[in-house]
């Protein structure tokens, strides 16, 4: 015999049980009353106990009715909590899932001999470090070592001083796509950089490199090439710039404000408006270089670069 045909014969059995106990339970308690009452009072009276009885278990029924409601109501609550959280965990998952597929599947395409292959894997990845913010700096750093390998400085893998000649028509396609991915990498709630976070481009050939208005704050271009690279508006605010050529780069009103230039070459810079606040010039080659309309140098800045008379220092800041 099933639950349900037990549950029905119960509630026939307690329905039969109830009606005989509401009919009798009047007629016991006014039994006594019998002799000082007429039919018809004593009839009333019962009939007004029934009525309360009737009533009370009602509120009772209506009570308990709200008692299961409620618990029903909360278990319909919790099992959904469970189930959003059980969804929430599912999305994660098949989230991160996908997010790793298509870092692989970019990474690939970036070792592909086929620029257009390579440049679909660049932007793939910058897709990637968008959408997730523990992938970000993972991205840039596959980025920079891309340029590393591929942008090196032949003077210096021959032993030279001198590399082949390039212009910005030759400058390698893929690296200026590279290069302006990490630039705009500012521009995003998911940039987070960290005290140990930054692009590391040393002893790169980037001459003739597009920078403009990028954002390359701390990142290390110690012995990099930049000459001719345009520059304008960039950010290189604490960039690390050791040694670096900047020839005939053009870094107007770009700010490199604590930026460290000891021992780089800024010959025939165009260096118009360019923030130096806080920057450190110990050891610069400024020789024939104009910076009369650069902000905020100091004397004491400029006191131990290499200078000389063609050099022409802002207004108020002595030679």
Not at 23 to 39: G, H, K, Q
């Amino acid at each position: 015999m099933n639950r349900k045909i037990l549950y029905t014969i119960g509630m026939i059995v307690g329905s039969v049980v109830g009606t005989y106990l509401l009919w009798r339970i009047p007629e016991w308690y006014f039994a006594d009353w019998a002799a000082a009452v007429t039919a018809n009072e004593l009839l009333k009276l019962q009939n007004e106990l029934r009525g309360t009885i009737v009533q009370a278990f009602g509120g009772a029924a209506l009570l308990i009715g709200l008692f299961f409601t409620w618990r029903n109501i909360r278990a319909t609550e919790v099992n959904l909590q469970i189930a959003q959280k059980t969804t929430a965990s599912t999305l994660e998952l098949t989230k991160e899932s996908q997010i790793t597929e298509r870092f692989s599947r970019a990474i690939e395409q970036l070792g592909s001999e086929k620029l257009e292959v390579r440049l679909g894997g660049i932007y793939a990845l910058e897709r990637v470090a968008k959408d997730s913010a523990s992938d970000h700096w993972t991205v840039m750093e596959v980025l920079t070592a891309f340029i590393r390998e591929n942008a090196k400085w032949a003077g210096a893998k021959q032993g030279k001083e001198s590399a082949p000649e390039r212009n910005f028509l030759t400058f390698p396609t893929d690296i200026q796509s590279i290069l302006t991915v990490l630039g705009r990498r500012g521009r995003g709630k998911e940039r987070e950089d960290g005290d140990r976070q930054f692009l590391f481009l040393i002893n790169t050939d980037l001459r003739h490199a597009d920078f403009f208005e990028a954002h390359f704050e701390r990142a290390y271009l110690n012995g990099a090439h930049l000459e001719d690279s345009i520059a304008i508006a960039a950010h290189f605010d604490r960039a690390q710039l050791g040694g670096a050529h900047l020839e005939r780069a053009n870094f107007d009103y770009t700010s490199c404000q604590g930026a460290a230039f000891e021992g780089a070459y800024l010959k025939d810079a165009s260096l118009n408006g360019t923030n130096f606040q806080g920057a450190t010039l110990k050891g610069t080659h400024l020789e024939g270089v104009d910076l009369s309309s650069a902000i905020g140098l100091t004397w004491l800045q400029v006191i131990l670069a290499h200078r000389d008379d063609k050099t022409k220092l802002p207004p108020g800041v002595g030679k």
